[in-house]
């Protein structure tokens, strides 16, 4: 059963007791990242990110690898735009010695200089070879103007300029137990609970509550002709397509989330039965619903030729058009089990689910992410109900594109909006 704990220091204690799995995940999630810095400290969340592994309290770099690898296991880390999350995952004979040795990421400790500089030039190589991905070029365009556009790393330039006090400061006042979630996840006993709620409840109370940050995208949900275009040029004869939709929390994520799959996720799903298997304007059409706190996005992409362009597009939004008007029951019947007996699947990834709950519990909270849970939310959603929905999300005021084309930008977005306004 999921439990959920706030206790008195500030730590949320989230568990969940899988007996039938073979391993045990811990993940300390502390909410700071790219969000909540500025022009001046770009990039200083990921480089403390990165110093943990540098030295982990009294752990030197060598030592901390000796430690895990010993234990058939590694400590991993990754820094979102809205937080920063440490987790390992061991079989349950380490799992008490694999808790006390993550959990010492809450002790008061100082990065020296020596150790700082060694690392910074760890994370400016990094920068220097990462490269903007065409999905990094969608979600730069979509948050233009936002703190979601910035590079989680940072620049070179800025990484340069942090001092180790103002990076220790960062850490102190942001790496803390009130500003934190801790998740188990798997074959854990009773006993190893109560040992990991007496000794985080021991943890001091200090640094800073950070609230969930909303950061909605420049004009979400107000597009019109001035204010839904990203086009970039493009010397090939094909086009990529990107069309984002705006979708307000106000709906229910569960309904958004079975639209999505029907309309454009899986070999089967409306759009891609048309554009790919009826027409063959595409190989592929992807899909993707994101939650960010206080809202979601629906994108939809894919790559046409350019003499296809304006039919691809016409098509696309005469499906959506349609699937507005009139949902059939072979597309639910289609989709419904992927998310209602599907969910209970990740009761056999302990892994996935402790990233679910850290992201759902913590992060974006309140989700439903208690597979069981939401198996039962998702039986209780009707065609009605759906219909409903699509009829509210899919109109032209939250449509916006990212288009990289040879074809002459004017008419790109002629083309488009006559498509929209005549279907939508």
Known sequence: MKKITELKN???FISHQLPSTHSVTVSINFRIGSLYENDSNRGITHLVEHLFFRRWDTLPQAVLYFKTLSMGTEVLAQTYHDFVRFSIKVVPEFFLSAFNLISMCFNSFDWNTDEINSEKAVVIKQIENSYTSYEKLEN????????????????????????????NLWKKTYFCCNNSSVILTGNFSLNDYLYVQKKLSEVNNRGTCLKAMICKPVNFCKRNYNKRYNILHSESDSSDITVFFDISSDYNYETVRLISGMLGEGCGSVLSMILRDKHFYTDEVYTDLTCYCGFYRLKISYIVKNNDFTKS??????SVSQFKKSISKKDYLSNIYFFTKNQL?????????NYKYALGDFVLSPLITEPNESKEKYEKITIDDLQKCAQKIFITNNISFLIQSSIDEITVKQSIEQIINRFL
Request: hydrophobic share 35%; with cysteine.
């Open 10 to 12: 500030g730590i949320k």
């Open 140 to 167: 730069n365009c979509y948050f233009k103007g936002t703190n979601y556009e910035h590079a989680i790393m940072g620049s070179a330039d800025t990484v340069k300029l942090f001092s180790p006090n103002a990076i």
């Open 313 to 318: 597009l016409s098509d696309l939004f005469q």
């Open 345 to 353: 699947m990740d009761y056999d990834d302990q892994d996935s689910l």
